[in-house]
């Protein structure tokens, strides 16, 4: 199905945001929101909980403070601080080159994109370093057919189950990362071929593109260029289909923002099914 045509439906699904809101209630622990016949929206987010929320090394903790209560405020509210890359969240390309727009000077057309699904836990349980290669992607393509032109392509890794543990990050004794990643050769592929395009991107469950080994951030420095985004530390993706569905990024724009911590949506037409 060609990017217009996803955009199209997931439209749909945007503009009967009220029918779906009254829905909510009845949506399963995991985030997925039901309505029979009609165009579901899944959580692809992790609760921001910093009794849970593992932070990128060396980068800033993440603190919820309670500064007004009903009782003696007459309102209740939070102080949020935390990074932007804090949690489930989305890069701009500026994240990573000097340059490169950053997230307010990206369009809401940008932020959502038909996306794809790469299942590759078996390889990355046996594997703590796995970078998903150009034979991967060609296997799927092989059962799914090809990955439309201007893609979100996720990499779904099982690490999202790891979230909230020391298993996440995975550090070894010198403080090393060990995740899987997206091999560079194969973002460099994706481009290339246009599976990505200008306007496309990666995801992951982890905390970001990069094998957590690659100090140089190779896949990363070619993702973010142009109006490409990085989708990271993605949760609930055994609701999200392989093919045929799309992902819409909330968020707040931080003026000059890398990015924002984010409610990303799962957007999937009637009749695609997981």
């Not at 990362?177 to 997206?182: C, I, K």
């Not at 990024?249 to 799962?266: E, R, V």
Request: proline residues 7%; aromatic residues 8%.
């Amino acid at each position: 199905m060609q990017r217009r045509h996803l955009l199209a439906a997931a439209g749909g699904a945007v503009a009967g945001a009220a029918g779906l809101a009254g829905t909510a209630a009845a949506g399963t622990a995991g985030g997925e929101t039901l309505k029979p016949g009609r165009t579901r929206l899944i959580s692809l987010s992790h609760v921001n909980d910093p009794a849970t929320t593992n932070v990128y090394p060396g980068d800033p903790p993440f603190e919820l403070e309670v500064i007004a209560t009903i009782e003696n405020e007459g309102y209740y509210l939070q102080y949020v601080r935390e990074g932007e890359a804090t949690g489930t969240h989305w890069g701009a390309p500026g994240h990573f080159n000097a340059g490169e727009p950053l997230a307010d000077d990206l369009d809401p057309n940008d932020l959502f994109l038909p996306a794809v699904k790469i299942d590759v836990r078996d390889k990355c349980a046996r594997n703590a370093d796995y970078a998903l290669t150009i034979d991967d992607v060609r296997q799927w393509e092989r059962r799914h057919g090809r990955i439309p032109n201007e893609s979100m392509i996720i990499m779904w890794t099982g690490w999202e189950y790891k979230w909230g543990t020391p298993a996440f990050p995975n550090l070894d004794a010198d403080g090393v990362l060990h995740q899987p990643g997206f091999a560079p050769e194969t973002v460099q592929w994706f481009i290339d071929t246009g599976r990505i395009g200008r306007n496309g991107g990666t995801g992951i469950d982890t905390f970001g593109p990069d094998l957590g080994t690659d100090a140089e951030f190779r896949a990363s420095l070619l993702v973010y260029r142009r109006h490409r985004i990085s989708l990271e530390i993605l949760a609930n993706l055994a609701q999200f289909p392989a093919t045929g569905a799309s992902v819409l990024c909330g968020g707040m724009i931080n003026a000059k923002g890398s990015g924002s911590t984010a409610l990303i949506y799962g957007v999937i037409p009637p009749g695609v099914r997981v």
